[in-house]
């Protein structure tokens, strides 16, 4: 309802009800309900049709890309230009959002376990003010969340507008055997409604599978920050004895290695994902631009507009996050140094120096063992775009096509 949605959302000043970190991934798991892949029930009945439910879903995604190349087979000579590279944009994609979404759902206890962590690491968080900024991040988070899935459904709400209200066509033309869009206005816009539901189920699969790179980098970004201010904090009170000094500098230790852990849990599903994406990303936008530039109207070029935003936070979003949690670990190692140190005795600095060693090694990610998470990767993966526009520009395709 409206009154939860904003306690997750919206930011408050009020300070009661305060949420965990955990709560960061509450629009996600109400999002893998959604897809047929969470059971929070348990009637016997209600489970069979959930079961039911989930099938059907998932039969209809993995049917869209077959019906695709069955309209590709049969209709082929029927297609516009604009309408080819339209569907070919979206079919190219298909089974990048099918595959991330499988390897999603096959480690779903990965996040499951990183719920478990941050509950381990939001018991460090005792000061008032670091319960609140967990809060306001965890809002931040939902409203990422949010923002994205408004993101994604623009574009099949766009692609439909644009196809059939405005040009009278099927929009992504996926064949169905029981109705011809090209039969009449009633058949148009019975398939019309039909292709926008699988489609928008596969929109639904890349929603869930780019969502939550963002969401968890952001967690990490979070207790990196903390453990930053608290390791300022080390040896700062003059009422505090030595060995109370010594209990919190091993606690942020502590800290710190559940942080990697923390990192560690979801890495090799984010190696998964993102190298599927990485993969496909730069074929990606050379089609948008090329249907952009040389085959869209404006209502059709306003809708490759928003897929090529889509594309864009498929990867970048996560990508500039590794690059400002580089950053973030380097802030920290310079605090520890920083640190009020002088004079402490020689087990509080040897635990310092392990505690330094540890927190100089980066915190990075690879996407297939292969690829650097971070901007510059994405760029120069989406840079492939720019070939793509230029092969058809070479070899004079627009004009032949057209």
């Not at 904090?233 to 505090?240: A, V």
Request: hydrophobic fraction near 45%.
């Amino acid at each position: 309802n409206r009154k939860m949605f904003l306690k997750y959302v919206k930011d408050s000043s009020t300070t009661t009800e305060l949420l965990s970190s955990r709560d960061a991934f509450k629009f996600v798991g109400y999002g893998h309900t959604v897809l047929g892949w969470r059971l929070h029930i348990e009637n016997r009945f209600k489970i069979l049709l959930y079961r039911i439910y989930g099938l059907l879903w998932t039969s209809l995604g993995i049917y869209l890309p077959i019906a695709l190349m069955i309209s590709y087979v049969n209709e082929f000579n029927n297609f516009t230009p604009g309408e080819l590279f339209t569907s070919a944009q979206w079919f190219s994609d298909i089974p990048n959002a099918l595959v991330k979404a499988l390897t999603l759902y096959l480690s779903l206890w990965r996040i499951d376990k990183a719920k478990e962590l941050l509950d381990e690491m939001d018991k460090s968080c005792i000061r008032q003010e670091e319960k609140l900024q967990v809060h306001r991040s965890v809002q931040r988070c939902n409203f990422i969340y949010s923002l994205f899935m408004g993101i994604y459904i623009c574009y099949p709400l766009s692609t439909f507008s644009a196809a059939v209200m405005f040009n009278g066509v099927s929009a992504w033309n996926v064949f169905n055997p029981l109705v011809n869009w090209r039969d009449g206005k009633w058949q148009l816009w019975i398939a019309s409604i039909i292709e926008f539901t699988e489609v928008l189920i596969v929109v639904c699969y890349h929603h869930a599978t780019d969502i939550y790179p963002v969401i968890y980098g952001t967690t990490i970004r979070l207790h990196v920050d903390l453990l930053r201010q608290r390791v300022q904090r080390l040896r700062s009170d003059d009422t505090k004895s030595e060995e109370e000094n010594y209990a919190e500098l091993v606690a942020c230790i502590k800290d710190h290695k559940l942080i990697l852990e923390y990192c560690n849990i979801l890495r090799p599903l984010l190696s998964r994902t993102i190298f599927c994406q990485f993969l496909v990303i730069g074929l990606l936008l050379g089609l948008c631009f090329t249907n952009l530039f040389f085959f869209s109207d404006f209502w059709s070029g306003s809708a490759t507009v928003i897929y090529i935003v889509g594309c864009t936070c498929e990867s970048f979003p996560f990508c500039y996050i590794c690059n400002t949690l580089i950053e973030d670990v380097e802030e920290l190692t310079m605090k520890i140094f920083q640190s009020n140190w002088l004079g402490a005795p020689r087990r509080y600095k040897s635990s310092l120096i392990y505690f330094l060693h540890k927190a100089q090694q980066p915190i990075r990610f690879t996407a297939g063992s292969i690829f650097e998470i971070s901007l510059g990767t994405n760029i120069s993966l989406a840079k492939f775009a720019f070939s793509v526009v230029t092969i058809v520009q070479q070899f004079n395709l627009a004009d032949k096509l057209n």
